[in-house]
């Protein structure tokens, strides 16, 4: 390694430690019929976006459905503000994913019955934040707010819980596949929202994708092979 080598990596070593952690995850590992991961060690900064990649199987989604709180592996810890969240009562775990994690899945769970206007009401009196028009025009759904669910493209209804999500004001957002249903041009138009949002609220994204286009966006890319998380 050289000494411009050196210089960079020292400067992003100071960046990375004058961000706060916001979430810690110690020795995750998991499995179903067979081991998915061992020992996963990783710490999410705010103002960070994280990107996990792999073959399928390997278990990305699984491992983000963990850093979200929303499974519990089979052994490992996961710190947020202190806390390990598997110390909550459940009440106060609810009050962490409604509050301060926003999660995107790669099926939107929109409300059918509701139209696209009321279903960011939704996430409005969850939250007690505002709806922000100019997130809505940058998602390029603005003129859409009065359709039906149904009446939407699958890309639009994407991009409508990507806002519902923001909306909530999220100190962390994990999205598993966020564009998978957008165009090239689209989907670029949405992570620069996403990263916009990480770096304007002290806030961070981890990001589960196979696209490594998309994935080199990121501050930091792991990859999941051979039941580790390498860091590439």
Known sequence: MNNSDLNVENKHSRLVASKRLLLEAKNISHEFDYTLFNNITLNIHEKESIAIIGVSGTGKSTLLNILCSLLKPKSGELIYKNRSLYDLKEKELLKVRREDFGIIFQAHYLFRGFNANENLK???????????????????????????????????????????????????????????????????????????????????????????????????????????????
């Open 122 to 232: 939704i996430a409005e009196l969850l939250s007690s934040n505002k709806q922000d028009d100019n997130l809505l025009k940058d998602l390029k759904i603005d003129h859409v707010m009065n359709q039906g669910v149904g009446e939407l493209s699958g890309g639009q209804q994407q991009r409508l819980s990507i806002a519902r999500v923001i909306t909530k004001k999220p100190k962390i957002i994990f999205a598993d596949e966020p564009t998978g249903n957008l165009d090239k041009e689209t989907a670029a138009e949405v992570m620069k929202t996403m990263f916009s949002y990480i770096e304007d609220n002290d806030a961070a994204l981890v990001l589960v994708t196979h696209e490594e286009d998309l994935a080199k966006q990121c501050d930091k890319v792991y990859k999941l092979i051979n039941n580790e998380l390498v860091e590439l």
